[in-house]
């Protein structure tokens, strides 16, 4: 039997707020156990919640980020389950009227062996904003459990799709894509180590061909765009043979265990009225208006979709590479800088593309902390495009800008890579190197166009690799046709 994967996922984004969602404690990441859990957070008796404009201002920017509804009324409710890390018993979310409504976001789902690349429109469901819980921390006293509410009402917006993936790959495109999105927009700062972005997948398989549904299992907390890979593959695979030995899956929450690659449930899955939704009697209907919005609006960076075409009409960049800058916001803003500041667009771009992201990547770093800055690139690109230095040069120099070792003309002085462009010297060579290597010259002139590649070799060899190379492609084909 041949079967389909279905694939939806849910999305916790935290917030970029100073302060929790429903008081005026820390959001600070990384204080010590306990430190941030203000009267509210630990849900003392006649403490009442006051809502975060700031959050309400960041789920907006993400609704017209996907061209969402955003309903003028959504309203806060209670989500009731009972856990140690839950002090008030209940958790403040939204669920039948959430501040974002229906969405779409459009994925590249990149080549694999078997396709090409394609793109795919993902539905969002709707976005909602909730306060996190706290989290049990185990082994910090031997046999024993501890809780830290230092997390418990931290601001969330809940992101989620329609079942509209049909494989893993299309879902970590989604996800990749999203976290891209979120942090273009400023509304989160996208680190997954620290829990910032974590996904829910929920996962069923069903007979291809067929429209109903397979029973889900919701993958938990993965904070990772492998693991999710990988925990999507096992999951698909795991439910596949089971269902072909005669068995019947569970709904349930599943955990991913990144040491085995492997699955396993962790509890079964609760249904929506389950927890008892209803409206918070603390919290007023959220009003949002069409002066919130244009406010919002006008505080919104151009979106990634956009700038791609600009890059295409004004710097007659690819759609490839236009779509590479624009993976994220800050490689973005470092090619732009990079232009502005004298380099050739084409140029600039397979630069940040190629040294400069081959560098960072080895060295796990962002571009924010590139120690080459996008004005140095500039003015290694010019020493290039005016002749001072060849491309074999610039590497050299490249690599010791990186290094810390000086200004770009500085370090072309000192290690002595100034090309060589006089005609006069360069026809000295060229001479030198015709007189020694009659034979090559014989092949060339017998029709051997390998031999003329031979001879320029000699030649830049000769030169030491200061030669200027279009002149002495010019001046040796002059020198041989004479």
């Given at each position: 039997m041949q079967w389909e994967v279905v694939i939806g996922l849910e999305t916790h984004v935290q917030l970029q707020t100073k302060s929790k969602q429903f008081s005026g404690a820390s959001t600070t990441y990384g204080a010590a156990p306990n430190t941030q859990a203000c009267e509210v957070s630990i849900a003392l008796p006649g403490v009442l919640p006051v809502l975060n404009k700031q959050a309400v201002d960041c789920a907006i920017k993400f609704g017209l980020a996907i061209d969402a509804d955003i309903p003028p009324i959504s309203v806060f409710s209670r989500k009731n389950y009972f856990y140690p890390d839950l002090p008030k018993g209940y958790q403040i979310s939204q669920f039948e009227l959430p501040v974002v409504g229906k969405g779409t976001v459009t994925i590249l789902v990149p080549a694999s062996k078997n396709t090409e690349a394609y793109e795919k429109v993902i539905n969002i469901t709707r976005a909602h904003l909730e306060e996190d819980a706290g989290k049990s921390v185990h082994g910090a006293v031997e046999g024993m459990s501890g809780i830290d509410l230092n997390r418990a009402g931290t601001p969330l917006l809940e992101i989620v799709t329609e079942p509209d993936m049909r494989s893993a790959a299309e879902a970590v495109a989604y996800a990749k894509k999203l976290h891209e999105l979120v942090q273009w927009i400023g509304i989160c700062d996208g680190n997954m180590q620290e829990g910032s972005f974590r996904c829910d997948v929920n996962v069923s398989v069903r007979p291809k061909g067929t429209e109903k549904?397979?029973?889900?299992?919701?993958?938990?907390?993965?904070?990772?765009?492998?693991?999710?890979?990988?925990?999507?593959?096992?999951?698909?695979?795991?439910?596949?043979?089971?269902?072909?030995?005669?068995g019947t899956i569970q709904q349930a929450t599943v955990l991913f265990n990144p040491d085995t690659g492997e699955t396993r449930a962790m509890r079964s899955k609760e249904e929506a009225n389950d927890y008892r939704y209803f409206p918070d009697p603390d919290l007023l209907p959220l009003a949002v208006t069409a002066a919130d919005k244009a406010r919002v609006m006008a505080d919104m960076p151009m979106l990634p979709q956009a700038l791609q075409a600009q890059f295409v009409r004004d710097y007659a960049l690819s759609s490839y590479d236009a779509n590479a800058l624009t993976s994220s916001k800050a490689i973005a803003d470092y090619f732009i800088a990079t232009v502005q500041a004298g380099a050739e667009p084409k140029q600039a771009a397979n630069w940040v593309m190629g040294a400069v992201s081959a560098k960072l990547n080895a060295e796990e770093k962002s571009i924010l902390d590139s120690p080459l800055s996008a004005t140095q690139l500039a003015a290694l690109l010019k020493r290039i495009s005016d002749g001072t230095i060849s491309n074999n040069a610039a590497k050299q120099v490249f690599e010791a800008m990186?290094?810390?070792?000086?200004?770009?003309?500085?370090?072309?002085?000192?290690?002595?890579?100034?090309?060589?462009?006089?005609?006069?010297?360069?026809?000295?060579?060229?001479?030198?190197?015709?007189?020694?290597n009659p034979a090559m010259v014989a092949e060339f002139k017998a029709g051997k166009e390998k031999a003329f590649n031979a001879l320029v070799g000699q030649c830049m060899k000769a030169s030491q690799g200061k030669a200027n190379p279009a002149q002495v492609n010019e001046l040796l084909k002059q020198k041989l046709s004479a």
């Open positions: 549904f397979g029973t889900r299992r919701e993958i938990k907390n993965l904070n990772s765009f492998k693991f999710m890979l990988q925990a999507i593959e096992y999951e698909t695979q795991w439910q596949i043979e089971t269902l072909e030995d005669g990186w290094a810390g070792e000086g200004e770009v003309d500085a370090i072309i002085d000192a290690k002595g890579l100034k090309q060589v462009s006089d005609t006069g010297a360069i026809a000295a060579i060229i001479d030198g190197v015709l007189a020694a």
